[in-house]
């Protein structure tokens, strides 16, 4: 299965303009010295709510994803860690109402790179290989730190960019259980942003912390490279911060997920999934994805 694990943290992350995302088997162990790399497509449409000052009404978005990834593992003592790299381009097209007439924004380019290091710090067998899928029951622990790296198409002249001209750092707590076919997980995180000092309007724009959880039920099959995810996933918080004024925005959002691999061969896979993004507060997006993804391990 591992195979197939970075296509679909590859396309779900990146198929939203916000860092909160789904990642099943995040912490499923993969033999030191492994390298994964993978690439991705998502199209996505949803319906977005914004503040009522901006006078924006009826606003669509709808938009094209593509990206690719990396992943390596190595030894850190007789501990696995582990690398990841994803780099987004995106197309994407917002449509509406501004003060009562049409109007639309299209943007196009790079979105900012997320760059991640995890470590298992517990339930491994060995520094140097995977447990066998489907045949034992286990509990892993991990911790990991992500940090996105801005360099994403930004104007300060936009409110709608594919970068956001700061970064963030997401410390993550995971814990995974393996009985047989069957595989249970859960990863706590918190998103800590940076300042955007250069934000729309000549503002300068802060956030308070985003906290989210997430779980996922994993299924692999007695066919080897083939599993079905079903996950769901809850953030709050994250309230912005305009010139020192609270906006009263903070997030409520909820997250589901179902995801399908297959095999190409003995070192290839392919994967599609369905994402389904909600608000439960007067601000925010409603998006539905569509992804599918390549993946190959050597």
Do not use: C
Not at 142 to 157: M, N, Q, T
Not at 162 to 188: A, C, D, I
């Amino acid at each position: 299965m591992y195979r197939s694990l970075a296509i679909f943290a590859l396309l779900v992350s990146t198929a939203q303009a916000a860092a909160q995302d789904l990642e099943p088997r995040r912490w499923t162990a993969l033999p030191a010295g492994v390298n994964v790399v993978a690439a991705g497509y998502v199209g996505l449409q949803g319906d977005v709510i914004f503040d009522p000052a901006l006078k924006i009404e009826g606003a669509e978005v709808s938009g094209h994803v593509v990206a690719v990834s990396y992943v390596r593992s190595f030894k850190i003592g007789n501990k696995l860690g582990r690398f990841d790299a994803v780099v987004p381009w995106q197309n994407m097209r917002w449509e509406g109402l501004l003060d009562g007439a049409p109007a639309t924004a299209e943007r196009v380019g790079l979105a900012d790179p997320i760059l991640r290091f995890s470590i298992l710090l517990a339930g491994v067998p060995a520094a140097d290989g995977a447990q066998d899928e489907g045949k034992k029951s286990n509990t892993i622990f991990g911790v990991a730190i992500a940090v996105s790296v801005p360099v994403g198409e930004y104007s300060s002249a936009s409110l709608l960019n594919l970068g956001q001209n700061r970064g963030f750092v997401r410390p993550q707590l995971g814990v995974l259980h393996t009985r047989g076919k069957w595989s249970y997980e859960l990863t706590g995180s918190t998103f800590i942003y940076g300042e955007n000092d250069d934000f729309f309007g000549d503002v300068k724009l802060k956030q308070d912390p985003l906290y989210a959880i997430q779980g996922h039920v994993i299924r692999v099959f007695d066919k080897p490279g083939y599993w079905v995810a079903l996950s769901t996933g809850y953030g709050w918080k994250g309230e912005t911060i305009v010139n020192g004024t609270r906006s009263g925005d903070s997030q409520k959002r909820w997250l589901s997920s179902l995801a399908y691999g297959i095999p190409l061969g003995k070192n290839q896979g392919i994967s599609f999934a369905y994402l389904r993004d909600r608000t439960k507060t007067d601000n925010g997006a409603n998006v539905d994805s569509l992804a599918v993804g390549w993946s190959m391990i050597f």
